[in-house]
């Protein structure tokens, strides 16, 4: 039983098989682009949350001026607390090297 197959058959099978490797192919290249989409999306999405560097600067050095705006306060405060202690103290000598 042999099988005669006509040329029409032949390229008609043929065609079938190459029309189902290109559709294989186009949906495995439509599957790509949507992962590739969606990590486009991601990036943008997270470029328009992110603070653009000079923004961050500006803010940055704002702090910066207030923490150093504090310290300079505070040693002041400190060297003041120290030189009131330093003249209690001259004042206790005082009243007591005066009573002997």
């Not at 949507?34 to 997270?46: H, I, K, Q």
Request: without cysteine; neutral net charge; proline residues 1%.
């Amino acid at each position: 039983m042999s099988e005669e197959v006509s040329l029409r058959e032949y390229m008609e099978s043929r065609f079938t098989s190459l029309q189902r490797a290109v559709d294989k192919a186009e949906e495995s290249v439509d599957k790509r682009f949507g992962s590739v989409n969606e990590m486009r999306a991601m990036v943008t999405d997270s470029a328009t949350r992110f603070m653009p560097r000079a923004e961050y600067e500006t803010a940055h050095r704002a702090l910066v001026e207030k923490v150093e705006g504090l310290q300079k306060f505070l040693w002041m405060g400190l060297g003041a607390v120290m030189a009131v202690q330093l003249f209690i103290g001259i004042v206790f000598v005082m009243l007591r090297g005066g009573g002997k």
